[in-house]
């Protein structure tokens, strides 16, 4: 699994792990099984930090199929929202980065 720049720079735990794989993939719903397996995660793990995020609010139930319930991240939620917001803007600075870099060894080579 290649690591964000939101696990980058926030680093690489567990509970970030799985809020990074939903705003990486926010168009759809997870099951709970499906996010252990995308995040190569162990399920006790994973348990032991999921509780906190629902009791947080940051993920929610958005569906049932079955007796399985589909999950995404709760856009409402201020610790949501927050971190959508550092992810953009981390994004941002690393493409103005690219930019700048990029004009630079052009205005050299020329």
Known sequence: ?????????L???PTLRIIDYFLD?????YT???IIENLE????????YWKELEQLGVVKVTRRIG???LYKLNEENEIVQKLIA???????????????EELTK????A
């Open 11 to 13: 680093g690489n735990s």
């Open 32 to 34: 709970k099984n499906e």
């Open 25 to 29: 993939n926010g168009l759809f719903d």
């Open 106 to 109: 052009q205005a050299v080579t």
């Open 1 to 9: 699994m290649e690591e964000t720049l939101l696990l980058r720079c």
């Open 86 to 100: 550092l992810d953009s803007t981390l994004c941002k600075k690393v493409m103005e980065k690219a930019v700048e």
């Open 41 to 48: 995660m162990g399920r006790v793990t994973f348990f032991k």
């Open 67 to 69: 007796r399985s319930k």
